[in-house]
């Protein structure tokens, strides 16, 4: 006879699994085996059984549940296992070998593993264990707080058992392996700093940089809305370590450098090519290349900070060339700066970081990447946290590190002065937030995004600005296609195209609807359409596991003043989304000059678009989301469960466009 914890309670004799009935039953049985023969006071078991006052008749609801699991466990032969359920005056006891709970095993085979001094023994050991696992632990008990603090502390020595036998491959240099084995208890838990950092150090070590300092943005990002803190000391720690290493790694690089490029050509030289000099440069002209080449030996560091390409990325060649024209500018004798603007959702990062990956072998002294958090739930990131990173990156050792903010940006822009150097600054709220972390020298370039149009840099740092707008009918089914497979999309083409009209053409939204469509692969797309028509749910279908047009949305809304999100809201009813700066002075009781000055804002931050000389619109889902003035038409409510019974109500993963 088998007792099952780790996973649905459940009791097996021989290969048949016995009835336990109902939940209170089951969770008298998981209270008993979480205490093996030890005496368990009714009052305890009441108390566990009932979140709220229990019933008058409680003691005779658990007497029968004990009366029945008694029998239950005869029938399936307990006592030839030495099986018994006791009463001891008003307590239980459940009599049984503790080697029959499965939760005891698991104990004892991890208590045997010694993952760092018999790394090879210890992986067999801690593979067992962790197979023992058949779901979340106590599964089918009743959700009071006593159970669920008992399933928490089973949930923790899994996690644990499972970064124990990370650091067992690791130990045998199994690096691949170990990632393997972190990544979905990553997923599951991203808060668990701890964990997020072993798996930054694991891929980190398979040469996947990158993706290790996306997982460290990723949860910073998810600390400060969801929590408000920093990350902790070990989250840290393993990103400065992998800054440093990265650098040392490049530091000790002995092959000579590749002849350098020029940005303005964005041409990668093949070996074997023969030298071929920028257009508007003399051929004999090598003084900015020697000292860029020179940079980069004295320093020795070229960062790889970018985070991985976007997935399916399709479309946007005009964006991608503007960015392109705009960064090739070098009529200023600065480095160049193009600022990517549009409204939330409509793939900003996803351009800028395409971009940069396309482009990357045009900046051979590295790509350095930064989140700036703008249009965060928590503060936006300070230039002087971002400098450093930077500067670590670039090999700075920590102690060299200045303090204060204008210290910090003056030695990163001496560092990188004759560096060929792209940086990318995502998310940035001001141009204020901006100046401090940009590069110095002709040899570097600049990618800003933001959802305001951020033209104090335009004035003041001859930024050109490349504007990104909502997808159309023929870039927006195709990501549908790319998402989904084009059959699918082919087979009903006019709910492709309603699709992408109901999400406002923005990546967005149209990737949080093809995450809904691949969790139900025999949905058809008018289903979907069908459902995203009632527009009390639009914003909640259209969300994503940890993004959403609505969270999206949010952030734009929390920057606003009070008088101008009253604005937005007052816009909202607008029958059709389209009205001037008279008819939205009427609809908010403003004076004509407030409402004119309050519609420049929104506009800039890209919640309206002047369509036309006074003549402003407002996309649906801005208008849905603005409707509820406190932003409640994004989040899903209780009882909420989607458009019908068995439909999309659970929030798919996907990635933002």
């Not at 002995?254 to 303005?264: E, G, I, K, T």
Request: aromatic share 4%; charged share 25%; net charge negative.
């Amino acid at each position: 006879m088998e007792f099952s914890l780790l996973g649905p309670i459940s009791v097996l004799s021989g290969s048949a699994e016995l009835p336990l009935g109902p939940a209170k039953r089951r969770s008298v049985l998981a209270l008993l085996l979480l205490q093996p023969n030890t005496t368990v006071p009714l009052e305890q078991l009441i108390d566990s059984l009932w979140e709220d006052e229990p019933p008058e008749h409680a003691r005779t609801v658990v007497q029968g549940h004990v009366s029945r699991l008694r029998a239950t466990l005869a029938t399936g032969g307990a006592e030839a296992y030495g099986i018994e359920l006791a009463t001891h005056g008003s307590a239980y006891l459940l009599r049984l070998p503790e080697e029959l709970i499965d939760a005891h095993r698991f104990g004892e085979l991890v208590a045997l593993a010694r993952p760092e001094a018999a790394p090879s023994d210890a992986i067999p050991l801690l593979r067992e264990a962790l197979g023992l696992w058949r779901g979340p632990a106590l599964t089918g008990t009743v959700t009071s707080p006593p159970f669920a603090a008992a399933a928490h502390a089973l949930e923790e020595r899994r996690l644990s058992a499972v970064e124990a036998l990370a650091r067992a491959h690791g130990a045998l240099g199994d690096h691949e392996q170990a990632a393997a084995v972190l990544y979905s208890a990553a997923v599951n838990h991203p808060l668990r700093e701890g964990l997020i950092a072993a798996l930054m150090r694991a891929l980190f070590r398979t040469g996947r940089q990158s993706d290790a300092l996306e997982w460290y943005h990723r949860t910073r990002r998810l600390l400060s809305e969801e929590l408000g803190v920093d990350p902790g000391e070990r989250l840290r720690t393993a990103y400065e370590e992998i800054l440093r290493a990265e650098a040392d790694g490049d530091r000790k690089a002995s092959a000579p450098a590749a002849a350098p490029v020029d940005p303005r050509t964005f041409h990668v030289k093949q070996d074997g090519d023969a030298p071929t000099p920028a257009k508007g440069a003399a051929a004999g002209d090598a003084g900015p290349a020697a000292g860029a080449e020179a940079g980069r030996n004295r320093a020795g560091a070229a960062p790889r900070l970018l985070p991985r390409p976007p997935a399916r990325f399709l479309g946007r060649e005009g964006q991608l060339g503007a960015l392109s024209e705009a960064l090739a500018d070098r009529t200023t004798g600065e480095s160049p700066l193009a600022v990517v603007v549009g409204p939330a959702g409509v793939g900003k990062t996803a351009c800028a970081v395409q971009w940069a990956h396309l482009h990357a072998g045009a900046f051979p002294d590295g790509q350095l990447f930064a989140d700036l958090r703008g249009f965060g739930e928590g503060d936006e990131a300070a230039p002087a946290e971002i400098l450093r990173d930077f500067l670590l990156a670039l090999g700075t050792p920590p102690e060299r590190v200045p303090g204060s903010a204008q210290a910090a940006s003056a030695l990163f822009r001496s560092l990188v002065a004759e560096r060929r150097l792209l940086v990318v600054l995502d998310n940035a709220r001001s141009s204020a937030q901006v100046r401090t972390l940009l590069p110095g020298g002709p040899h570097c370039a600049t990618v800003v995004t933001s959802r305001s149009r951020l033209d104090g840099l335009v004035a003041t740092d001859c930024a050109r600005p490349v504007g990104l707008q909502a997808m159309g009918h023929a870039e927006g089914t195709a990501l549908l296609g790319a998402m989904l497979g084009p059959d699918r999309v082919a087979e009903d083409p006019a709910a492709a195209r309603e699709l992408v009209d109901l999400c406002d053409g923005l990546p967005l939204a149209l990737r949080a609807a093809a995450a809904q469509l691949t969790a139900r692969p025999r949905w058809r797309l008018a289903r979907l359409a069908s459902a995203l028509r009632d527009e009390r749910r639009r914003l909640a279908l259209l969300s994503a596991e940890d993004t959403g047009i609505a969270a999206a949305l949010r952030m734009s809304v929390a920057r606003l003043s009070a008088d101008d999100a009253r604005l937005l809201r007052a816009l909202a009813n607008s029958p059709d989304g389209h009205l001037n700066a008279s008819a939205a002075a009427a609809l908010a009781g403003y004076d004509q000059e407030r409402t004119q000055d309050a519609l420049e804002r929104l506009a800039e931050m890209h919640l309206v678009d002047e369509e036309a000389t006074d003549v402003y619109t407002i996309s649906a889902l801005t208008q849905l989301f603005a409707r509820d003035a406190n932003g409640e038409g994004g989040r899903r409510r209780e009882g909420d469960d989607g458009p019908e019974p068995g439909g999309p109500g659970g929030r798919p993963g996907g990635g933002a466009g």
